[in-house]
């Protein structure tokens, strides 16, 4: 993997269906309501990492940023041109036989009334690329949100699914010439674990709640030695603990299922 790699649109939570080595053919930008067409050369001034939080490697990501500036929208991550704009076509998918469910339903998001049951439709299930979307568009939604409050409810459900094994189908992989299989699921699976993992750290910035913010210093060698099995069982720990965490600082905030205005939770 290339530094180039990590600043593509594959590995921004804008395009929510595709990482470094999920999800073939195009993409979706919901940041510019764009297909990509080549997500692995492709990039713009608001990437937003799915790998590791945003306050983590906010240097990092305002150099980008400062690099494609004068870009109003998609560029070559390469060349340095601009791209058009390209409306997703659910006719031209199906003519040209790339339809992709989960891209079309992205693709949907912003004709949706209102955009957290869109999200929440999206939890749930065992697929790896559903559960890479959800996880990214509960990210995007708090970071948008710029707030803890409107979010917290999408999280809570979101931290239910930390310990579940996401699975793979063949044709979700982005294999490469002469890669193996095998190998690219597993890089497949720690994509999806450190999408959610980061989730968690940017509710805790957004919380305020420091213990969640570094929430990945109390995962330990499973972790650290990139050890499946063993980090299921420290998330399936930890899931009760920042579930609590959560519910206790929203009812401390008194912002716990708190009424509305019409007076509906």
């Not at 080549?38 to 608001?46: H, L, Q, R, V």
């Not at 697929?127 to 409810?153: E, F, I, K, N, Q």
Request: aromatic share 12%; proline share 2%; charged share 25%.
């Amino acid at each position: 993997m290339k530094m180039h790699d990590l600043f593509s649109c594959r590995n921004c939570v804008h395009n929510c269906s595709q990482t470094l080595n999920v999800g073939r053919g195009v993409g979706y930008c919901l940041q510019h309501d764009s297909v990509i067409w080549e997500p692995d050369d492709t990039t713009c001034k608001y990437l937003h990492r799915k790998d590791l939080p945003h306050f983590v490697v906010d240097e990092a990501t305002a150099e980008h940023a400062a690099e494609f500036a004068s870009f109003s929208a998609l560029v070559g991550l390469s060349a340095k041109k601009p791209i058009a704009r390209a409306f997703y076509s659910e006719k031209y998918a199906w003519e040209h036989d790339s339809f992709d469910a989960i891209v079309n339903a992205l693709a949907q998001y912003h004709r949706t009334r209102r955009s957290w049951v869109f999200i929440e439709a999206f939890s749930g299930g065992l697929d790896g690329r559903r559960s890479l979307a959800h996880a990214a568009l509960v990210r995007r939604y708090m970071d948008h949100c710029g707030t803890w409050v409107g979010s917290y409810r999408l999280v809570l459900a979101f931290v239910q699914e930390l310990d579940i094994e996401p699975r793979f189908d063949d044709r979700d992989l982005v294999n490469g010439e002469g890669a193996d299989l095998d190998e690219v699921r597993d890089e497949a699976l720690w994509d999806v674990v450190f999408t959610r993992i980061a989730g968690v750290q940017e509710y805790g910035f957004h919380a305020g709640l420091e213990d969640l913010m570094w929430a990945s210093d109390g995962l330990g060698e499973g972790l650290a030695t990139l050890n499946w099995p063993l980090l299921r069982t420290t998330l399936s720990e930890k899931r009760a603990e920042w579930t609590e965490r959560i519910i206790e600082h929203a009812r401390a905030d008194d912002a716990f299922f708190a009424p509305t205005v019409d007076g509906q939770d």
